[in-house]
């Protein structure tokens, strides 16, 4: 399942560049997927919503994929200093659906 940011987040961005499929955005912040702009509370390219903040630092759902395929654990909860990013447990997935995913954002 994808993670999201819970509202403990301090906005100190140690989340944000540890995502190696850019999916963590500041609060209030559009997000982007392959050159398109998408505000904030649009549903994702891959038609699933997601939980978005304009507080706080959120995930994209659909462009979370746990690190799978890259890390062995989410390298957001690992650099977060208050362990506020944390399974989405709205938005359950497999590995293999996860895997999926990381190939359908970098082709």
Known sequence: M???ITEECINCGACQSEC????????????EFKGESHGA??????????????????????????CKGYHDEPQCAAACPV?????????PE???ELLAKKDKIHG
Do not use: M, R
């Not at 999916?23 to 997000?31: L, M, N, Q, S, T």
């Not at 509370?41 to 997601?50: M, Q």
């Not at 362990?83 to 938005?91: I, K, L, P, T």
């Open 94 to 96: 497999t590995e293999e």
């Open 41 to 66: 509370e649009d549903a994702g390219p891959f038609g699933a919503t997601g939980f978005y903040s304009s507080d706080y630092y959120y995930i994209v759902t659909d462009k979370c994929t746990e």
């Open 83 to 91: 362990a506020c990013c944390v399974q989405n447990e709205d938005h």
């Open 20 to 31: 190696p499929n850019d999916a963590i955005y500041p609060g209030g912040e559009d997000w």
């Open 2 to 4: 994808s993670l999201k």
